[in-house]
RNA sequence: GCAGAGAUGGCGGAGUGGUCGAACGCGCACGACUCGAAAUCGUGUUACGUAGGAAUACGUACGGGGGUUCAAAUCCCUCUCUCUGCGCCA
């Protein structure tokens, strides 16, 4: 959510905005929100005079009930109930203006960096940087799946007997792997400086709300029965929900902080669970990183975030590329965003393994995430970075195919092996 | 899960229907005293919204939501959380 003083002051730049992520039919909104801005103040105004008389008759009542003046009294209460009738009337055309007003505001999408590239959907995205060399093997790399199969590492028909598709059970050295990466990470994450967290896995529905929109939320979260309680989806759910409504001290920042949590999605959305194997499924292990800073600290933050996330994955020896996100294709909470993608040598592509964002204030805002100034003494809404550090699943997929060696075993690089009991590879089951 | 007690400003804590945005204390800021400091004294010190250039004025908020009343921190309903005891459990 933007600040609609930027509607009242600046209705141009707003439409701007609008039409740089080719959402021209959300361009009436702006002029609507004005308008029912107007609306809002003006009821406010006559609900306030007409408030202030209410409690000055209440007062009065008083003063006369105490005189003993019944009478008067009685004549002031007629009066006052004629007044809240007009108060009650005012009140109901108020919320229903906020209410709209609200609903109006949501669907403005958050200002985008100038640096974003203009394109309409994820086709239009702009390579950035490429680290390391994306090599391709001397031999045919098998699916990922059949990869998994060899090493004896996953049970999908049994999963789908006890939970259905897009659920797995990783076994031996393969889990250990999937292990061994949480936790490498993490240890990469507190050496730089962040604090680890582990957080609520379920949260209530004022928070999901809070976090996203209602149509995200039916296709993706996962409702505990009987209970106010969903699965989240991401750490980032509870991690941001971990600040809301609160104004921090300006010491106290930024947070920087890595959490580890199961993620349960629905994958209700475009995809579905289509795609063989485990790519994407409804239940997956990640490492992410949040960052709450000042605003003039953001841009610097979101930079050195995707970059860890590049360092982490070339110190296992993946190679990755920078994928930017462009105005079309990215969500309307984001400043900006870009994906780290690493190469699949099997498809001779790069494919998705994280995403970073810069939010700005537009997720804070929303939330209620403020920080005392200790210049202007005001409370000023906080910037909200996140960042996957790892999702270990997905990137194993990549590992594999990168790590496979012609004779079948998969070799483990350096930085992994202290957390696999010292192995330099995993040999396939015969 | 059951029973009882409770949730008030940055913190502690009073207030049980009207003059309460809230006593008192602590903290914090400014000023006086002092060569300087401590101590002391004085003044100020919640947030949000609306109007205004500003001083300021008005409104809203006493865990969240709803209700009763001319009037709610105070009465009623409900939800959440905390404490104590019992029960249950890694």
């Known amino acids: 959510m933007i600040d609609i003083n930027l509607i009242r002051d600046n209705p141009?730049?707003?439409?701007?905005?609008?039409?740089?992520?080719?959402?021209?039919?959300?361009?009436?909104?702006?002029?609507?929100?004005?308008?029912?801005?107007?609306?809002?103040?003006?009821?406010?105004?006559?609900?306030?005079?007409?408030?202030?008389?209410?409690?000055?008759?209440?007062?009065?009542?008083?003063?006369?009930?105490?005189?003993?003046?019944?009478?008067?009294?009685?004549?002031?209460?007629?009066?006052?109930?004629?007044?809240?009738?007009?108060?009650?009337v005012i009140e109901a055309e108020s919320a229903e203006a906020e209410n709209r007003l609200k609903t109006c505001m949501m669907s403005i999408p958050n200002i985008i960096a100038d640096d974003v590239p203009i394109g309409r959907d994820d086709s239009e995205n702009v390579q950035g940087k490429v680290f390391l060399e994306a090599k391709e093997k001397p031999f045919e790399v098998p699916y990922h799946l059949d990869i998994l199969e060899s090493l004896g590492g996953i049970d999908l028909d049994a999963a789908r007997r006890t939970s259905g598709n897009g659920f797995y059970y990783l076994l031996g050295d393969v889990a250990r792997l999937h292990s061994a990466v949480l936790t490498y990470a993490r240890d990469f994450m507190i050496d730089k400086g962040f604090t680890y967290c582990i957080p609520p896995f379920m949260i209530r529905s004022d928070v999901v709300s809070g976090v996203m929109s209602f149509e995200e939320m039916e296709g993706m979260m996962y409702k505990i029965e009987g209970e106010d309680l969903y699965l989240i989806g991401t750490s980032e759910h509870?991690?941001?929900?971990?600040?809301?409504?609160?104004?921090?001290?300006?010491?106290?920042?930024?947070?920087?902080l890595t959490s580890y949590s199961p993620c349960f999605r629905k994958e209700k959305g475009a995809h579905g669970i289509e795609e063989r194997g485990i790519y994407r499924i409804h239940q997956f292990e990640k490492q992410e990183m949040i960052v709450i800073?000042?605003?003039?600290?953001?841009?610097?933050?979101?930079?050195?975030?995707?970059?860890?996330?590049?360092?982490?994955?070339?110190?296992?020896?993946?190679?990755?590329?920078?994928?930017?996100?462009c105005s079309g294709d990215l969500a309307d909470l984001k400043y900006k965003s870009c994906d780290i993608e690493a190469w699949s040598p099997r498809q001779k592509k790069y494919f998705e393994v994280g995403s970073c964002s810069n939010l700005?204030?537009?997720?804070?805002?929303?939330?209620?995430?403020?920080?005392?100034?200790s210049q202007?003494?005001?409370?000023?809404?906080?910037?909200?970075l996140n960042n996957t550090?790892?999702?270990?699943?997905?990137?194993?997929?990549?590992?594999?195919?990168?790590?496979?060696?012609?004779?079948?075993?998969?070799?483990?690089?350096?930085?992994?092996?202290?957390?696999?009991g010292g192995k330099d590879k995993i040999l396939p089951k015969k």
Not at 238 to 256: H, K
Not at 306 to 313: A, H, I, K
Not at 398 to 419: C, M, T, W
Request: glycine fraction near 6%; proline fraction near 3%.
């Open 238 to 256: 509870s991690m941001i929900g971990r600040f809301m409504g609160e104004v921090l001290n300006e010491a106290s920042l930024p947070q920087t």
């Open 376 to 384: 202007t003494g005001k409370n000023e809404y906080a910037h909200t």
């Open 389 to 420: 550090v790892v999702a270990p699943p997905r990137m194993l997929i990549a590992f594999l195919e990168n790590h496979l060696q012609k004779d079948g075993s998969v070799y483990i690089p350096e930085v992994l092996r202290k957390y696999m």
């Open 360 to 373: 700005t204030d537009a997720q804070a805002r929303r939330l209620g995430i403020r920080y005392k100034n």
């Open 293 to 325: 800073c000042k605003p003039e600290e953001s841009d610097s933050w979101y930079e050195k975030l995707w970059n860890y996330t590049v360092e982490l994955f070339v110190s296992m020896e993946i190679p990755v590329r920078q994928l930017v996100c």
């Open 12 to 88: 141009e730049l707003v439409k701007e905005n609008i039409r740089k992520k080719f959402q021209d039919k959300k361009l009436g909104l702006v002029d609507e929100i004005i308008a029912l801005d107007g609306k809002k103040r003006a009821l406010q105004q006559e609900g306030d005079s007409r408030r202030a008389q209410r409690n000055s008759l209440a007062k009065n009542i008083g003063l006369l009930m105490r005189e003993g003046k019944k009478e008067e009294a009685e004549k002031a209460k007629l009066l006052s109930k004629e007044n809240n009738d007009r108060i009650a």
